[in-house]
C-alpha cells in the first residue's frame, strides 16, 4: 500500500529535550515536505527536499533542521524544542521535484512541548 | 507574504444541495491549484488539482480556476453528510513551495 508513514504519532516532552520525528514514503517519489497545523493559521510549510541532499526552507523553518539521506526518509529534527512548537505535523511527498504535483499525507504526529 | 485565502466558514448547505468552496491567492506566477478535504483530527486528502483556466470535472466534484481573478472554487453537487469536513485550497507558490489557506468547514444537513 502506497504511504506516508510517521512517527511517533503522538509526543509529550519537555521544553529544550531534543526530539526527532520520522518521516518515510514508499512511493519512490523525489519531493518531501514537512508542515505544521495550527487552529487559525492553517498548514505551514516548515522545510521541504526536492531530492536526496537537497533541502531547502519554507515559511516557517526556525528552530527546525531536516535532512534528507535516502530518498524514502525525511526526519524533522527538533534540538531544542520550546512550547511554541506544540502543534500537529504532517509529512508528505509527491512524485516530481517541484510544487506542481498532489502531495500525499502522512497521518501526522501531534507533539506537545510543555 | 504571498497568500491563500478562504472564507473559514462553517458553510451550511442541506444534503443534495450544490456547495460552492472559494479561494483567491496572490501570487500571480501560481501554475499549480489543488483541493483537499480534511476531516477532523485526520490527514488531508486530495479532491482534485487543477493546472489551466477554466472547468475540470471528477464525479460529483468540479474545479473552477479564473488565473486573470486570481481565483479557485470547488463545487460539490448533490451533497452528503459524509461531506462535511474542513477544505483546503493550495497553491503552489514559485518553483518548490505549496501554501495552504486556512481552509473553509462545511456542513451537509441532513
Known amino acids: 500500500e502506497a504511504q506516508v508513514t510517521q512517527n511517533p504519532r503522538y509526543l509529550i516532552t519537555v521544553t529544550g529535550k531534543k526530539l526527532t520525528v520520522t518521516c518515510s514514503q514508499n512511493?519512490?517519489?523525489?519531493?518531501m515536505s514537512w508542515y505544521r497545523q495550527d487552529p487559525g493559521l492553517g498548514l505551514r510549510q516548515i522545510y521541504y527536499s526536492m531530492n536526496v541532499e537537497v533541502t531547502d526552507k519554507g515559511d516557517v523553518p526556525e528552530g527546525y533542521k531536516v535532512s534528507r539521506k535516502e530518498k524514502r526518509n525525511f526526519p524533522l529534527i527538533l534540538e531544542s524544542p520550546s512550547p511554541n512548537q506544540t502543534s500537529l505535523y504532517f509529512c508528505?511527498?509527491?512524485?516530481?521535484?517541484?510544487?506542481?504535483?498532489?502531495?500525499?499525507f502522512g497521518d501526522g504526529t501531534r507533539l506537545s512541548i510543555l | 507574504q504571498k497568500e491563500v485565502e478562504q472564507n473559514s466558514g462553517p458553510l451550511s448547505v442541506p444534503e443534495g444541495a450544490i456547495a460552492s468552496l472559494n479561494c483567491t491567492y496572490s501570487d500571480r506566477g501560481s501554475q499549480s491549484f489543488f483541493w483537499y478535504r480534511q476531516y477532523s483530527g485526520k490527514s488531508p486528502e486530495l479532491i482534485m488539482f487543477?493546472?489551466?483556466?477554466g472547468d475540470k470535472e471528477d464525479g460529483r466534484f468540479t474545479a473552477q480556476l479564473n488565473k486573470a481573478s486570481q481565483y479557485v472554487s470547488l463545487l460539490i453537487r448533490d451533497s452528503q453528510p459524509s461531506d462535511s469536513a474542513t477544505y483546503l485550497c493550495a497553491v503552489g507558490s514559485g518553483t518548490y513551495k505549496y501554501i495552504f489557506g486556512t481552509g473553509t468547514r462545511l456542513k451537509v444537513l441532513a
Open positions: 508528505a511527498s509527491s512524485v516530481g521535484t517541484g510544487s506542481n504535483q498532489p502531495q500525499h
Open positions: 512511493m519512490n517519489h523525489e519531493y
Open positions: 487543477i493546472y489551466s483556466n
